[in-house]
C-alpha cells in the first residue's frame, strides 16, 4: 500500500520538476529579451523574477521624481503616529504591494547574509546591520535597491559594482 502511494507522489514530484524547469526557461527567455530586465539584474541579488516584477509594478517611471516617492509606493516609509506633543516613528506602512516588499526584502536579506563579492551596498548594508539589528537593516537595503533599481531604469545605465574595499 505504502509503495503505490510513494509511487504516485514520486510520479507528482516529476511532474512538477518538469514544469518547474519549463516556467524558468521561459523566464529566462523573457529576461534576456527585455533590456531593462537586464541591466536591473546587475544590482546585487536581483534576478529574473525581482527585475520583471518590478517592471510589472510601473510600466512609466517618469511618476517617480524622488526615489523616495517609489519607497512610498512601496509601503517601504516608516508609519508616523502624531498627536500633541507626541512624535513616533514605527515600522514599514505596508501601504503598497505585498509581494514587490516582499521581493526586495529577501533580495536585500541576500545580499547582507549571501552575496561574496565586495560592493558599496554589501558594505553599507552589513554595517547597518551590525548597529541596527537584522531585519531594520534589511528593510533599508531593501529601500535602497529599491532606489538603485529605480535609478537604472530612469538612466539607462548598469550597476557599478566596486572592485575591492576602499580603506
Known amino acids: 500500500m505504502l509503495r503505490t502511494i510513494a509511487g504516485g507522489v514520486i510520479a507528482a514530484h516529476n511532474t512538477l520538476c518538469l514544469a518547474a524547469a519549463d516556467l524558468e526557461g521561459a523566464l529566462k527567455a523573457k529576461v534576456k529579451s527585455h533590456p531593462i530586465a537586464c541591466r536591473l ?5 536581483v534576478g529574473p523574477i ?38 513616533w516613528s514605527g515600522r514599514v506602512s505596508k501601504c503598497g504591494d505585498a509581494a514587490m516588499r516582499g521581493l526586495l526584502f529577501e533580495a536585500a ?52 559594482w566596486t572592485k575591492e574595499a576602499t580603506t
Open 50 to 87: 525581482v527585475s520583471l516584477s518590478f517592471l510589472a509594478l510601473g510600466d512609466d517611471t517618469g511618476g517617480f521624481s524622488r526615489t523616495s516617492d517609489i519607497w512610498a509606493f512601496l509601503g517601504l516609509t516608516p508609519r508616523r503616529r502624531q498627536s500633541g506633543e507626541m512624535d
Open 41 to 45: 539584474m546587475t544590482i546585487p541579488d
Open 109 to 160: 536579506s541576500c545580499v547582507i547574509r549571501q552575496v561574496k563579492r565586495f560592493s558599496a551596498l554589501k558594505s553599507w548594508a552589513v554595517r547597518r546591520a551590525g548597529r541596527r539589528g537584522f531585519r531594520k537593516a534589511a528593510v533599508a537595503t531593501a529601500r535602497k535597491i529599491a532606489a538603485l533599481m529605480l535609478t537604472v531604469w530612469k538612466r539607462g545605465a548598469e550597476y557599478q
